[in-house]
T-cell receptor, first 112, second 115 residues
């Protein structure tokens, strides 16, 4: 069974540009979660998608957005990139309430 | 609001010795508790979870955790540490009474096992 896959592995962008990160959940998982792991700040919850809808959002500005497609894959968009957006972005999927998350290996975003 | 605290930034232990990584939680309802491990430049790997039942939970790689409701703790333990256990460990909680499925993570504890 394939795990959660994220692409690209690394992404380098210039301040002010837009970044698009992609995530494919485990087959059968309908929920996708996005987390930001910045250096020294632990994991910060960004977004939760389920059945194509945004269910919950963390304390991030509106320039962080995303969507979930009919096949449950998801996309995270970060507009007007700032230097402090540099972080590891982790995607996870889940089968339901009684289960934990399965994480992808992440996308390392570097803003220069 | 739900939260977890990992009071130690780093835990140092010699190989072969027992290890404990501490976690305390705060939720308004019944907690679902998880431990994850992260190796350098990798995503998080699931170790174990507590949903209900026996307070001692056994997980992957010989790790176990003890749920203590009175102390609101969920400490991770292993009887004999290996150098390969050196990694970043995260405790997480999901509050089942809020209806939100998101996990809230602690700040992580770096475990360093010396040969």
């Amino acid at each position: 069974e394939a795990g959660v896959t994220q692409s690209p592995t690394h992404l380098i962008k210039t301040r002010g540009q837009q970044a698009t990160l992609r995530c494919s959940p485990i087959s059968g998982h309908t929920s996708v979660y996005w987390y930001q792991q910045a250096l020294g700040l632990g994991l910060q919850f960004l977004l939760w998608y389920d059945e194509g809808e945004e269910r919950n959002r963390g304390n991030f500005p509106p320039r962080f957005s995303g969507r979930q497609f009919p096949n449950y894959s998801s996309e995270l968009n970060v507009n007007a990139l700032e230097l402090e957006d540099s972080a590891l972005y982790l995607c996870a999927s889940s089968f339901g309430l009684n289960y934990g998350y399965t994480f992808g290996s992440g996308t390392r975003l570097t803003v220069v | 609001a739900q939260s977890v605290a990992q009071p130690e930034d780093q835990v140092n232990v010699a190989e072969g010795n027992p290890l404990t990584v501490k976690c305390t939680y705060s939720v308004s309802g019944n907690p679902y508790l998880f431990w994850y491990v992260q190796y350098p430049n990798r995503g998080l790997q699931f170790l174990l979870k507590y949903i209900t039942g026996d307070n001692l939970v056994k997980g992957s790689y010989g790790f176990e955790a003890e749920f203590n409701k009175s102390q609101t703790s969920f400490h991770l333990k292993k009887p004999s540490a290996l150098v390969s256990d050196s990694a970043l460990y995260f405790c997480a909680v999901r509050d089942m009474n809020t209806g939100f499925q998101k996990l809230v993570f602690g700040t992580g504890t770096r475990l360093l096992v010396s040969p």
